[in-house]
């Protein structure tokens, strides 16, 4: 086992599980004179805000609308990714990450840690009530900052304060840079962003992602010296598809806003672009040991995109509870935790990411928290994976939609609660059901293996409109 500068501070469970083993082999006592001469037996206590950080730093990059194919290192033959091959290279590529259909069911997921059945409202909102990870950071005393796509005022729905210029300090972001805030605008060129409070003034020379990217390399070299927290939730690669500043068209001011599926290319591969000056400033700054590093998207590919792949071509999903719409890239760079070089087939989800931070950061976690942290995979620990990903999705509250669903799903197996069951083995894109009367006896454990974890949910009726239920 490696030998690691701190104990793994993470939660009680965990501990007891992690003495339980070194008790079994023998090594309790050692370890508890360790513990008491290196921590003062502090353990794990609510860091409350202006505590000192301890953790790694944190950058969560996630891209809008790039599904699982998109990477080359997941098999793309269509685009180019080498920062981010470079980046699984470096660390961890993961193959079964799962995330939500849509872009708000993603965002209130993997920012609050809940089931969307327990905490969603409507499209383009995040609830005023809830914790994110950047609440739970800024109090455990990291620096935060999000920069990119907001979108969750409730502009939309007209929610209640939704013309608010400062929610994203009240959800735990001491600064941001972002896109769709009060006002929607263009994202690409001439983009509207507003900078904490402030409309940045563009002209058609602006790239919206560049302004972003800028912003954010900014924070990391005025923050470098204490634990950092970045979520940047890409504008890139959601339509329209337009030229970036490497596309050729780009040189003529009357083409930036023009719109082809070909720029899909453009863009994807400008992404990996920005994530290499990303991976470059934390290298020259030799920030790269300490800090987790992470790459995902919110949802599948539009489906108007086609990929080429190694195993065919593949149609993007977006809003779908198929595999496409749902099975996204994740790539995770930590030296720091001693993985290199892997390739994880953990299953991970997104209300994982929360806990996940708040195991690094060494903090505790707020109630009712349904993710479950993967940070012990990351540190080269023992890890017990979760067996099942549960994904609950009603985008527009307000209207019965048949794209709503619910599944339960191993990597194997996937579990409706209209109760299709399939195997996603044989049959990955849900054409013919399993008939619930002739499974085999592997088949039948995991039919009832599932069907019990979906009775441990809260699950929405989606044959009615929820949010007038709800009122
Ligand atoms: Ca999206």
Redesign the pocket.
């Known amino acids: 086992m490696r030998t690691r500068k701190s104990f793994p501070a993470a939660s009680f469970f965990v501990l007891i599980d992690y003495f339980y083993a070194r008790m079994m082999k023998g090594k309790l006592l050692i370890e508890i004179l360790f513990l008491a001469l290196v921590s003062g037996l502090s353990m794990v206590t609510y860091a409350g805000p202006g505590n000192q950080a301890t953790g790694p730093n944190i950058i969560l990059i996630m891209c809008?609308?790039m599904g699982y194919e998109c990477l080359s290192s997941n098999g793309s033959l269509s685009y180019s990714t080498p920062s981010l091959d470079k980046l699984a290279w470096k660390g961890l590529r993961f193959t079964q990450c799962y995330s939500q259909p849509?872009?708000t069911p993603?965002r209130v997921k993997i920012m609050t840690g809940r089931y969307n059945s327990n905490n969603y409202i409507d499209f383009g909102y995040l609830d005023v009530r809830e914790k994110t990870f950047g609440n739970v950071l800024k109090d455990a005393g990291y620096k935060t900052m999000i920069a990119g796509k907001w979108q969750l005022n409730g502009i939309n729905t007209n929610e209640e304060g939704c013309m608010d210029p400062e929610r994203p300090y009240q959800f735990g972001f001491e600064e941001y840079c972002l896109w769709w805030l009060t006002e929607k605008g263009s994202r690409y060129a001439d983009p509207l962003i507003v900078q904490n409070g402030t409309r940045l003034e563009t002209t058609i020379d602006d790239y919206g992602p560049d302004l972003v990217l800028d912003y954010i390399l900014n924070f990391i070299e005025r923050n470098k010296n204490e634990p950092f927290f970045v979520y940047y939730p890409m504008m890139l690669v959601?339509s329209p598809f337009q030229p970036t500043p490497d596309s050729p068209e780009w040189a003529d001011p009357d083409k930036r806003n023009s719109t082809d599926n070909k720029f899909f290319k453009d863009m994807v591969e400008y992404t990996d672009k920005i994530v290499g000056k990303i991976f470059a400033s934390l290298e020259e700054q030799d920030l790269l040991e300490n800090t987790i590093l992470i790459f995902t998207g919110?949802?599948g590919t539009n489906t108007d995109i086609i990929t080429e792949t190694k195993d065919g071509p593949y149609k993007g999903g977006?809003g779908r509870l198929f595999d496409n719409g749902t099975h996204v890239p994740l790539v995770i760079s930590y030296p720091g935790g001693g993985k290199k070089a892997e390739v994880g087939s953990e299953l991970i989800e997104f209300s994982d990411f929360l806990p996940t931070f708040a195991d690094a950061a060494k903090t505790s976690l707020p109630p009712g928290i349904d993710g479950r942290s993967f940070y012990r995979l990351l540190a080269n620990q023992r890890y017990k994976p979760r067996k099942y990903v549960f994904v609950h999705y009603y985008p527009n509250t307000t209207n019965v939609s048949n794209r709503s669903g619910c599944f339960v799903r191993t990597k194997g197996y996937k579990l409706y609660t209209d109760g299709r069951f399939f195997d996603m083995q044989s049959d990955k894109w849900e054409k013919t059901p399993l008939n619930a009367e002739a499974l085999s006896k592997e088949e039948k454990k995991v039919y009832k293996q599932l069907n019990k974890e979906l009775k441990n949910k809260i699950v929405w009726d989606f044959s009615i409109p929820h949010r007038n239920k709800t009122n």
Do not use: G, P, T
């Open positions: 809008d609308d849509l872009c993603s959601h919110d949802n977006k």
